[in-house]
């Protein structure tokens, strides 16, 4: 008997005024004064509770200070409800500074359900007691009776009525919380729509490369594509180069009865035939090859001058 008696979770009233004694190897099950909680009592004509709660915030609209609350609905008859709005980061914040871990609670709940309705005034500090107004349970100044009890959690059962503390609600409200998810399912509707049009063009784009392969007669792989592109950028920079010294050629300063004979090219070196050009009047003729540095070399046979340059 002993021992399961210890298993039990020990019952706390919990107040902002009042002191309490935590042993760190037990758990406990909180009964929340009512200076933690809002409550009212109406009459509607619902029939379910979760059909109140819905509408709870605006019976509490002109009364709750500005915060993120919770709110707990309690049928009690016909079309008579408690309704209770509660605030999580303040009482997780209250937990913490009476030093409870929130692991060590094992449940939570309004005292309004755990404190019998024709009890007197019970004690729960110098100051202050608790007892039924119109059917809630409300925390009055002591002056005010001239008979008290004091309270004895001892004597408390566990409620039914119950609530769980949300402890992270406090970081952004629920209408920003909505929004962000609003926007990450609109974000993955976006990348969902990506994926399905890149996967409908795939086998488009596959025959567009394959036949795109064929009429340029290109490789498989990359690296002989490379090597077939480098073999083309060099062709063209000696075909730039062959135009460029052919046109000197041509350009160049010829007196009467000097002239071009022949052009020739084996892909590497250009030969070209001039007549009635000597040595010394070279300089003039290739003035434009002298200029840009560009090397070439000579053989003189009779009337004729041959020229070769390297490409």
Known sequence: MFSKFKQQEQILF?????????????????????SLYWVKKVTLPLKYTHEVKKIAPTLFEETLPEGNYNFYV???????????????KALLALLTQKGLSISQVKGFSFAQFAIKKDEEAL???????????????????????????????YEFAKPKQTIKLEQFSHIVDKSTLYKIVALLTLFLMVLIAQYLYYAKHKESLALQKEQLFQKYKLKPT???NKA???????RDQQAQKLRTYINYFLKANFKK????????????????VLEGVTQ??????????????????????GNKLTVEVKI
């Open 14 to 34: 919990l107040d902002p005024d009042l002191k309490l004694s935590i042993d760190p190897k037990k758990r406990y099950f909180i009964l929340l004064s009512p």
């Open 74 to 88: 309690h049928k009690e008859l016909d079309n008579s409800y408690l309704v209770f709005a509660y605030e999580d």
């Open 123 to 153: 004690k729960i500090n110098e100051q202050n007691v608790v007892s039924f107004k119109d059917d809630i349970l409300v925390l009055l100044p002591l002056d005010w009776f001239s008979q008290t009890k004091d309270i004895n959690l």
């Open 222 to 224: 990359l690296m002989q």
């Open 228 to 234: 077939i592109l480098a073999q083309y950028k060099k």
């Open 257 to 272: 009865k000097e002239k071009i004979v022949s052009f020739s090219y084996d892909g590497s070196l250009l030969k070209v």
């Open 280 to 301: 010394s009047s070279l300089k003039r003729v290739l003035s434009k090859f002298y200029k840009e540095k560009i090397k070439f070399t000579t053989k003189q046979t």
